[in-house]
């Protein structure tokens, strides 16, 4: 009787905690993303660089770029709302052209799974393709709560997440055009929508 008792006891907690754990594992679902697209405001100081080096940004389709904004379609990704990690696919791309040296970077990941997010992109320069790199840094808005929220199967990340070049990238820049105008931290612009579409179960 006192083992029965005693068992009893403890199957209460015990289910309590299988229960929560199983509450706190539906709510922290990760949820695929199968569309969408992200915009970006480019810096007026970035545009302004570009212009005084003699070199002329344009987009690899279906980007698109105008009105001082860049816009690239989402494909897929996956987040997860209660920590923010997430990676969200993009077609099309950027390029930056100075006579017959042209800089183009496509299919770019927003990857916030790492201590520091960045955006990486496929680098390809003279017809060459030379690989996948971090060359953009994304710096989030402050008091950014979580969880993140969305509206019915559309997410929007916040806006607010400023965009920079990343060590890797300023280099890449510099060495490509011949210049020394690019560092790492120098400023690209700001997300300023970024609208996915969730394939909610």
Do not use: C
Not at 68 to 81: H, Q
Not at 88 to 100: M, N, P, Q, V, Y
Not at 103 to 125: C, H, K, L, N, Y
Not at 170 to 189: D, E, R, Y
């Amino acid at each position: 009787m006192h083992r029965l008792i005693s068992k009893l006891r403890l199957a209460g907690p015990i289910a309590a905690v299988v229960l929560l754990a199983a509450t706190v594992a539906q709510a922290q679902k990760v949820y695929t993303i199968r569309s969408g697209q992200t915009t970006i405001v480019l810096d007026s100081g970035f545009v302004a660089a570009l212009g005084t080096l003699g070199v002329s940004p344009g987009t690899v389709s279906p980007g698109m770029l105008g009105g001082g904004k860049v816009v690239f379609p989402i494909t897929s990704g996956d987040i997860d709302p209660w920590t923010a990690r997430t990676e969200i696919l993009h077609s099309g791309g950027l390029t930056l052209t100075a006579g017959a040296t042209k800089f183009r970077a496509e299919s770019f990941i927003i990857d916030t799974t790492a201590a520091q997010p960045v955006v990486t992109g496929q680098v390809i320069v003279g017809g060459k393709l030379l690989g996948r790199y971090p060359l953009f840094n994304l710096v989030p808005p402050s008091g950014l709560k979580l969880p993140l929220t969305f509206s019915g199967d559309t997410f929007h990340l916040p806006d607010g997440f400023k965009v920079t070049l990343t060590a890797t990238g300023a280099s890449a820049l510099n060495s490509i055009f011949n210049v020394k105008a690019f560092q790492a931290g120098f400023p690209i612009g700001s997300a300023a929508h970024v609208s996915a579409i969730l394939a909610v179960n």
